[in-house]
């Protein structure tokens, strides 16, 4: 999770990402972002998000992108 | 049959009147033959190329889905006795089986799309670009945005984020349901499939609601789009540089927010008359401070389509990531962002094949893709100049910026214009060295086919519009906060629109009111 936030800081370094729930909701990430933020993860993850993953539920907040990590992980 | 003819008035009509009074069970039956009947008032002759479509669509999302529930029931069945990689190469071998049958489906109807525009009539072609005549037909009504719509659902359907409909009947009313013909909004499976099969009741608020927002795109279509486009037709004129081109862009924006605007207006209003709510395709666009937000305002259903099936599909396949593996260690940060590159371009290109076979779509499509692109390279400069300069932030910098937006975006949108790009480039550059001012006082502007009443009408009726997207910065739409003032005042304001409509609609020679510039796409 610190690696994640990590990259989420690198992003967008102005957001709390600890306590933000509503980053796709609130139009703090852009479709540019997504998918930036998709290539560092598969870069420091070795998890690759498919097309139809990148939908608002998975990209809301920090805990929910790790929860798609994992899950995608197990998978 | 136009949205703005009698006959279109009159077949609304029945169908209001069928719809709630026969029973409910039928009422989406009624529902798909009012759009056959819709579909085949453009022609006979259009009828395979939607039914080919319907039944593919059908069939491939059938087969796909029973793929889906068997890979389930055999996982569930051997959950214990396989391992994870066993489980991986299983599904692997049934995405196999789905995607012959799904790719054929998407390249045999975007293969249909594709001759269609390349070779069928386009009333926006180049004289020059070949036609085959004997099958200048013109294109299938709606091909573009029902097929958009069919597409999406199979790609849902593939990728298990949507279950099949087994009904064939009810498919061919998601693909063929009238109102979204002409010019979208194209509509997900997820946000019809429920209203276009449940009944629904005759309500009083619900049917005034949308035939105001009828009224409206009416007013918007008629009185302001159709009566400015005589004054576009006339600059189009060789002889017109610098000032005249300025108005040019000025004026086609006016017309193609009235038109399509107004025709998404009526076909959302239509919708919500029977009860059916369609997604927004507008969000007061021309209040946006950047391109790359005007896009996410403007025509949203088509940008959001691009951007789930074809934008992010690029940019996060397997070939991609590893380039921004390979990139990242050459360039950094920087080269983490090449697949967005890619992917933009390709999406815009796409976006302007959309448009039409020619190369002022591309270009256009080019044009929006390199300012977005540099815009949000550019990003973190624009932060710095923001956080040192204080009157960046006031509300006058943001007109400002409203302002650059439009006159921009206006200048990019005018390539639509020219069929031949040199042509536009000419024009273009004549801001520079040619401005011509003096137009704006040498009675040109009365030359142009408008008289001063047409002016004063379209005065008025931007000045209407502008404030009613100005009310409803809020998210609440100015019908909702029409609610809230005396019945009698709203009922006048209403009925002055009406005659509106009526009075200073733009009827007869000279204007041509029966299609939409979307139509065409």
Redesign the interface.
């Known amino acids: 999770m610190e690696k994640l936030l990590e990259i989420l800081e690198g992003l967008h370094p102005e957001v709390d990402f600890e306590i933000a729930d509503d980053l796709i909701d609130a139009k703090i990430f852009d479709s540019f972002d997504i998918v930036t933020l998709v290539a560092e993860i598969n870069a420091e993850f070795d998890v690759a998000i498919p097309a139809e993953e990148l939908i608002p539920e998975n990209f809301n907040s920090a805990e929910a992108i790790w929860e798609l990590i994992q899950r995608l992980d197990e998978e | 049959m136009s949205f703005t003819s009698i006959g279109f008035l009159v077949f609304f009509g029945i169908l209001v009147i069928l719809y709630y009074a026969l029973p409910k069970k039928i009422q989406w039956i009624v529902l798909l033959a009012a759009s056959y009947a819709f579909y085949l008032f453009g022609g006979l002759k259009y009828l395979a190329f939607i039914l080919f479509t319907t039944v593919t669509t059908y069939l491939v999302a059938v087969y796909m889905d029973n793929n889906h529930k068997k890979q389930s029931a055999y996982l569930k069945e051997h959950k214990a006795d396989m391992t994870k990689e066993e489980k991986?190469a299983y599904k692997h071998s049934m995405k196999v089986r789905d995607r012959i049958w799904f790719l054929a489906t998407i390249i045999a109807n975007f293969g249909i799309l594709f001759f269609c525009k390349a070779c069928l009539v386009d009333p926006l072609r180049s004289s020059s670009a070949p036609v085959i005549s004997f099958l200048s037909v013109g294109l299938p009504l709606g091909i573009s945005f029902y097929m958009f719509q069919s597409m999406g659902y199979v790609i849902d359907v593939y990728?298990?984020?949507a279950e099949a409909e087994r009904n064939p009947f009810k498919v061919a009313l998601f693909v063929s349901f009238f109102p979204q013909l002409v010019q979208g909004p194209i509509s997900k499976w997820e946000q019809l499939k429920d209203q276009l099969f449940t009944p629904h009741y005759f309500d009083r608020k619900t049917v005034a609601f949308g035939l105001q927002r009828i009224l409206w795109g009416f007013f918007k279509k008629l009185v302001i789009a159709d009566r400015i486009a005589v004054a576009i037709g006339t600059l189009k004129g060789t002889e017109y540089t610098g000032m005249s081109f300025f108005l040019l862009t000025a004026f086609y924006a006016v017309q193609i927010y009235g038109d399509f605007t107004g025709g998404i207006d009526i076909a959302i209003g239509v919708g919500e008359t029977l009860g059916i709510k369609m997604p927004e395709n507008f969000i007061r666009p021309f209040f946006s401070k950047n391109i790359?937000e005007y896009w996410r305002r403007w025509h949203i259903s088509l940008n959001e389509w691009m951007?789930?099936y074809i934008?992010?599909?690029i940019?996060?396949?397997?070939p991609?990531?590893k380039l921004?593996?390979k990139s990242?260690a050459k360039f950094g940060?920087f080269g983490?962002?090449l697949?967005?590159y890619i992917?933009?371009l390709l999406t815009w290109l796409g976006t302007g094949v959309w448009h039409g076979f020619n190369l002022h779509f591309i270009v256009w499509g080019l044009l929006n893709c390199v300012i977005i692109v540099i815009s949000?390279e550019l990003a973190p400069c624009y932060e710095k100049f923001h956080a040192k300069y204080a009157w960046s932030n006031t509300r006058a910098y943001n007109v400002f910026q409203i302002i650059r937006m439009f006159v921009l975006m206006n200048l990019i949108r005018a390539t639509d214009l020219f069929n031949d790009v040199g042509d536009y480039f000419r024009r273009l550059f004549s801001l520079v060295w040619n401005f011509n001012w003096h137009v704006l006082w040498d009675g040109t502007l009365m030359e142009l086919g408008l008289s001063a009443a047409d002016y004063i009408i379209l005065i008025a009726g931007i000045v209407i519009m502008f404030l009613v997207s100005f009310f409803s910065r809020d998210e609440v739409s100015v019908r909702v906060k029409l609610q809230r003032i005396p019945r009698p005042v709203r009922y006048t304001l209403f009925f002055l629109l009406l005659v509106a409509v009526i009075l200073f609609g733009s009827y007869g020679i000279g204007y041509d009111a029966s299609s939409f510039i979307y139509n065409q796409f």
């Not at chain 2, 940019?315 to 397997?318: F, H, N």
């Open positions: 991986k990728r298990g984020k790359a951007k789930s934008f992010y599909p940019t996060v396949s397997g991609m990531l921004a593996l990242r940060k983490m962002r697949p967005v992917g933009s949000e």
